[in-house]
């Protein structure tokens, strides 16, 4: 921001840094190590942007810190640490003093950035004579929001794009805070990355500026030698330094050495710092609380996969989405008429456009099932056909009408004649406008401009549920993840993962049972055939399947994904609502990965009460909090039948053997004699 840039400039660095053998040439906020000639690009401070948490106030608000070593220390730190939380403090010069300064056309420099410096400072007089108010250290308030969210990020291959294991690009999912509603919006995404060569990771609060180089002239005295057990004496004869470009011994008996292409202004240092404007606007009138909103979007530009990188060609953002229904989707992006001249792609040179439309269905058998089966879950359009569907009154997509069908297609209601069919003459930026989703169902669509099969594919999957799903990545630092209604929980202590885990909850209807004998010998022999053992492996505190208890359900069925994984029952559990009228007659059931039925021991049910269970789990599964009758009643119903069996039986006894005492009975109760 602008209040960045002059920050930088004014502002003392902090001389306490680790700077290497680097010659920072400036002494304000502009300078640093990998940044020592005090360039400055944009509005930025370079030493704000290299550091963080950084000391000293800045406005940017914290979302999320996402690291390939998210400790649980670590994460604490930065979310203790973070301007959401804990103000800074800083040097308040007076008003007056600042004013003076603006009209009399001076700069304000050597701002002090510790307390004893501020305290000292004399600002002297103005031209009349009249001495400042001198400067006071003081604390800024904070921002007064949560601390951000702190999880590991996902793996991706070095100049990749950003995509992950599966090919799809790794996502940050951001729920949108009502405190960011502002027509002026920036979002920040900054890049850091830390070599092995620092101790913790840079986290080693003894590296500072005690190991910089003498005089900006040779070796650091960064401990390297020590990490391929040599003594420093014998790091400094082979080279084992942290220096620029050293040479090093790699051979015990040979002074060969090998030059390392080193600057030691790039090891540790922030690669990425870019911003982006965006607006976020309140939710309209009658939008129903609770549910998600889904932004629609579509990233990349025009250009072949050489003429965009580091960006992408076009791709629908998010390209895969799972709603249900109830929930909104507000589908909108920009295109744009100036992108270079002689890039690749459809319609008119320099520009981009989007739509989208379903694909055509299905129109033949697939993978052993009748075109009947395959098209029976509701799925509209067929991911690797490459034509569009032929809208007409009757097509359905998620819902929608068909104006706006029609619109999604078209990219612009109000355009009349011009170049069409590759939508030239469409507006550059769409906007169908927030819309609630009433329709389960699957739905491939894509988009006919730029869907270019052999060069380029802009296609996009949602998935339309009843039930009520979440999905959340927990880590080492721990976590909760809960139902958008409440009915379940999923709670992580920080340590129960050794790496993150994607979690996915859904909520489902009817009763967990036992398994069938055939059930049972249909599983046994898949997991023969797959070559697994007989029997499937489970915690020998649960009893499964014979040994199991049984009963109706008191709770919906929770289903924990992924279901194979294997947690320390100690560190994890499951919250589940249940109806309170089942009172004390509840127990927690459960279904294994491999289809096997089990119920969970008393110790394992932390809490039962009030219409709330809290229990112990050790791997995903399907849980469900079950009820049957209360034994004691059960007893005390058949003790009673059995008393009032016995006493019919005795009277008719006696009254057989005792004719006059029956005829007494009837006429004292008003019967004939």
């Known amino acids: 921001s602008g209040i960045n840039a002059e920050y930088g400039k004014n502002r003392n660095r902090n001389e306490g840094l680790f700077t290497a053998d680097q010659n920072l040439r400036k002494d304000d906020a502009r300078s640093t190590r990998q940044n020592p000639d005090g360039q400055r690009r944009g509005y930025e401070c370079p030493e704000e942007r290299d550091y963080y948490p950084y ?91 949560p601390p951000p969210e702190c999880v590991e990020a996902d793996w991706s291959r070095d100049n990749h794009n950003g995509n992950g294991m599966d090919g799809f690009p790794n996502v940050y999912n951001w729920t949108v805070p009502d405190h960011t509603i502002s027509d002026n919006c920036v979002l920040r995404l900054r ?16 590296i500072d500026a005690s190991l910089n180089a003498n005089n900006n002239n040779g070796a650091t005295q960064l401990d390297v030698a020590t990490q391929f057990g040599l003594t420093e004496a014998e790091g400094e004869d082979r080279g084992y330094e942290f220096e620029g470009n050293p040479q090093v011994q790699v051979f015990e008996d040979s002074d060969v050495a090998l030059q390392l292409a080193i600057n030691t202004a790039q090891y540790g240092r922030t690669f990425q710092d870019r911003t982006h404007v965006f607006a976020v606007r309140p939710k309209p009138e009658g939008t129903v609380e ?9 990233r990349g530009k025009r250009g072949n996969i050489v003429q965009v990188y580091p960006a992408v060609e076009y791709d629908f953002q998010p390209n895969r989405v799972q709603m249900r229904t109830g929930d909104y989707i507000h589908v909108q992006w920009t295109g744009s008429d100036t992108n270079p001249g002689n890039n690749d792609g459809q319609g008119r040179a320099g520009t981009d456009r989007s739509n989208m439309i379903l694909i055509r269905n299905i129109t033949y058998d697939k993978e052993g099932a009748t075109l009947e089966q395959t098209t029976a879950n509701e799925q509209q359009g067929q991911w690797s056909s490459n034509y569009p569907i032929i809208i007409t009154n009757d097509t359905t ?43 389960a169902g699957v739905y491939n669509y894509m988009c006919t401009r730029n869907n270019n099969f052999s060069n380029r594919s802009q296609k996009g999957r949602i998935v339309i549920t009843t039930a009520p799903f979440v999905q959340k990545k927990i880590g080492q630092a721990g976590g909760e993840v809960e139902l958008p209604n409440g009915d379940a929980a999923l709670i992580i202590d920080p340590n129960a993962l050794s790496a993150a885990v994607l979690f996915y909850i859904e909520e489902e209807e009817g009763t967990l049972e036992q398994s069938t004998e055939e059930e049972v010998a249909t599983r046994r022999r898949r997991r023969r055939e797959a070559g697994d053992e007989d029997d499937e492996e489970v915690d020998e505190e649960i009893a499964i399947e014979a040994d199991a208890e049984t009963g109706s359900s ?3 069925i929770i289903a924990v994904y992924p279901q194979e994984l294997v947690l320390n029952k100690s560190m994890a559990r499951l919250k589940v609502k249940y109806s309170s009228e089942a009172a004390d007659t509840t127990f927690v059931a459960m279904v294994t990965s491999q289809g096997t039925y089990a119920s969970l021991p008393a110790s394992r049910v932390e809490s039962m009460s009030g219409g709330s269970a809290q229990f112990q789990i050790s791997s995903g599964g399907k849980y469900q909090v079950l009820k049957y009758p209360y034994v004691p009643v059960i007893i005390a119903f058949c003790i009673l039948a059995i008393v009032l069996t016995a006493l019919v039986i005795g009277m008719a006894i006696f009254f057989k053997q005792n004719p006059s005492a029956w005829y007494r009975v009837k006429r004292t109760f008003g019967g004939d004699v």
């Open 290 to 298: 609770g549910q998600s909103i889904i932004n629609m979007n579509v």
């Open 397 to 439: 997509f998620m819902g929608l009408t068909n104006a706006d069908i029609i619109s999604a297609a078209l990219i612009e209601q109000t355009q009349f004649g011009g170049d069409m069919e590759e939508l030239d003459d469409a507006g550059t930026y769409y906007n169908m406008g927030l819309r609630r989703i009433t329709m």
């Open 554 to 556: 008191a709770s919906k």
């Open 191 to 206: 890049y850091n990355i830390t070599t092995g060569e620092f101790a913790e990771g840079g986290f080693d609060p003894e």
């Open 55 to 145: 000391w000293g106030p800045s406005p940017w608000m914290d979302i999320a810190i996402l690291s390939n070593n998210a400790t649980v220390e670590r994460c604490e730190f930065y979310k203790n640490n973070s301007e959401n939380v804990v103000g800074r403090f800083y040097c308040k010069y007076p008003d007056e003093y600042f004013k003076y300064k603006e009209a009399t056309y001076q700069g304000i420099k050597d701002i002090p950035i510790t307390k004893e410096e501020c305290e000292a400072i004399d600002l002297g007089a103005d031209n009349t004579g009249a001495a400042f108010a001198a400067p006071v250290w003081v604390q800024a308030d904070p921002f007064g929001i």
